[in-house]
Nanobody, 126 residues
Framework: QVQLVESGGGLVQAGGSLELSCAAS????????MGWFHQAPGKEREFVAA????????FYADSVKGRVIISGDNAKNTIYLQMNSMKAEDTGVYYC???????????????????WGRGTQVTVSS
């Protein structure tokens, strides 16, 4: 069983920055790749960013490229999502998720992730 706990959400002004954290159960990153998803009010959950540990690759949605950085700290069992130049449309709940190692990392497909956190609320004021 993998536990994921997000934190760092809050209220931020448009143009500002915020860093989200996701604390995972110890050893998670040796068995799971990780992703961040965003669910805006009244909309479906959508992919934001993901990290593939073995290949040391990161992936981003086109809508956030250049504004968002995903990173991780194995020693702390934590991944981060640094968001800059924030916009009103970034408002919503952010979830981190874990996908077990397999032949292909379906980084943008939320149906392929095995574990989810409860999310952290981000509100961007314009």
């Amino acid at each position: 069983q993998v536990q994921l706990v997000e934190s760092g959400g809050g209220l931020v002004q448009a143009g500002g920055s915020l860093e989200l954290s996701c604390a995972a159960s110890e050893g998670t990153f040796s068995r799971y790749d990780m992703g961040w998803f965003h669910q805006a009010p009244g909309k479906e959950r959508e992919f934001v960013a993901a990290i593939n540990w073995r290949a040391r690759r990161t992936f981003y949605a086109d809508s956030v490229k250049g504004r968002v950085i995903i990173s991780g700290d194995n020693a702390k069992n934590t991944i981060y999502l640094q968001m800059n130049s924030m916009k009103a449309e970034d408002t919503g709940v952010y979830y981190c998720a874990a996908q077990s190692y397999g032949g292909t990392f379906y980084y943008s497909d939320d149906q392929k992730y095995d574990y989810w956190g409860r999310g952290t609320q981000v509100t961007v004021s314009s």
